[in-house]
């Protein structure tokens, strides 16, 4: 099996729960409380912020100047998703002033720390293992929607979201991760497998928690 199919065969039961918690099925039928969804934005908002370090440390770990070039890509990638993500806030009426003065609640806090911590101990292989829960899983969480209830594309607020992370480009940049991840770890040890399956895990179970998270409106 590739490494991307053996970390998903391990956190299946994990990532078929995203699509039944109360918040993303809110989003999917569009009857998400507007202030729960707003807290969440806020937040992801700061979690981007050091999602893009952990990129960053992917392009000083690299082995090869491809995969140096492909971290290094996805930079100003996050730049991108920031704006969709300001749009949002422009919605809310949320300014970078209040932004500053948000705090990161502690799933943030300790979501980030240990995907920077992992990227800080570890290589190219366990930095795209603790990336891609949070890349793929969106697109696979907005897909299903999709497949659910063809029509939630169409929300006047929601379908925006839907639509950026089940669209082709955002696939795409998806399938160039799980080819990297799969291309540099062919010849890892079953030891080194069973890392990148703790990591995933764990980045997977975070990605569980900050859907909760956002469902209580917690700090």
């Avoid at 893009?52 to 100003?76: D, E, M, Q, R």
């Avoid at 300014?95 to 190219?124: A, D, F, H, P, Q």
């Avoid at 839907?162 to 955002?170: M, P, R």
Wanted: net charge negative; proline share 2%.
């Amino acid at each position: 099996m590739k490494t991307t199919e053996i970390l998903l065969e391990r956190t299946k039961q994990i990532w078929d729960n995203y699509n039944e918690h109360p918040f993303v099925k809110g989003i999917e039928e569009g009857s998400l409380d507007k202030e729960k969804f707003k807290f969440y934005i806020v937040q992801d908002y700061l979690y981007l912020e050091e999602f893009a370090k952990a990129f960053a440390l992917g392009v000083v770990k690299a082995k090869s100047l491809k995969t140096a070039n492909l971290f290094a890509k996805y930079i100003p990638v996050m730049n991108g998703e920031l704006d969709v993500h300001d749009g949002f806030l422009k919605d809310f009426g949320v300014t970078e002033e209040e932004i500053k003065n948000t705090k990161r609640s502690l799933i943030n806090l300790s979501y980030t720390s240990y995907m920077l911590r992992v990227s800080y101990e570890g290589g190219e292989g366990e930095i795209l293992a603790a990336i891609l829960s949070c890349a793929y899983s969106y697109e696979v969480i907005a897909k299903k929607m999709i497949e659910r209830n063809p029509d939630c594309v169409n929300h006047p607020f929601y379908g925006h979201w839907i639509k950026g992370y089940a669209s082709e480009e955002y696939g795409r940049d998806n399938v160039v991760l799980l080819e990297t991840l799969d291309e540099i770890t062919k010849d890892y040890t079953e030891e080194e497998i069973e890392h990148l399956v703790e990591i995933f895990e764990a980045c997977s179970r975070y990605e569980m928690e900050f859907w909760e998270m956002s469902w209580n409106m917690s700090l």
